[in-house]
């Protein structure tokens, strides 16, 4: 009887493996002025990121609001996405709540912040 509870247990174990496990995403999240700011990227693969981050820093460098960009840094689970993790790093700039741009993956330093200046001059219009 016991062999066969051991063997039950051990059965289980092996099989909980087999099941993908979710994953976590760190997440980089700035509000400056009426946006908020997302970054979404793998927590071992901060570098990835690291585009996107000089990206924004470069964009509140031309700003002249004084106010300063300050990131919180958090992590949500892999599931809650609406991106696939292979998209990661994805960066989404809302304005109200309402998604204004995303751009995902491995893009130019320059890129980014050409479509992060688009995207938030389109939006105050």
Known sequence: MLNRILLAFVTILLLAGCFPQSEDVQVFTATPLDYELYLYTEPDKEEEAQNYLSALLDWKMKQNDGQKLEFKQTETNADDLKVSKDQLPVLVVKEKGKTVTKIS??????EILLTLENSITFAQK
């Open 105 to 110: 993956g491995e893009n130019p330093r320059k």
